[in-house]
């Protein structure tokens, strides 16, 4: 069991920046995958960033080029710098982290942090 607690959401006006962390309960560099995701109101969650064990990453089209990932692996904590917000990235965001232990498939969640950019 993992346990993935987010923290640094809040509410910024538009332009601004954020930087939400999550902490997780075990070593991340065990993990294959660690990202954030986002689920606005009445939308499907879809994924913002995630980066593998292996250092790679991979952004949404929309936040390519104003958010980074990136790990604390002493801290078991990744990391989500919101550079320029819009409006449109008002959401909950999530931080997941998933993979394959053996035959085993593990995919843990957070319980989310809020993000609200007012315009």
């Known amino acids: 069991q993992v346990q993935l607690m987010e923290s640094g959401g809040g509410l910024v006006q538009a332009g601004g920046s954020l930087r939400p962390s999550c902490t997780a309960s075990r070593k991340i560099f065990s993990f294959d995958a660690m990202g954030w995701y986002r689920q606005a109101p009445g939308k499907q969650r879809e994924l913002v960033a995630v980066?593998?064990?292996?250092?790679?990453?991979n952004y949404a089209e929309p936040v390519k080029g104003r958010f980074t990932i990136s790990r604390d692996n002493a801290k078991n904590t990744v990391l989500l710098q919101m550079n320029s917000l819009k409006p449109e990235d008002t959401a909950v965001y999530y931080c997941?982290?998933?993979?394959?232990?053996?035959?085993?498939?593990?995919?843990?969640w957070g319980q989310g942090t809020q993000v609200t950019v007012s315009s």
């Open positions: 997941n982290c998933n993979g394959n232990l053996g035959a085993l498939r593990y995919d843990y």
């Open positions: 980066m593998t064990s292996g250092g790679n990453t």
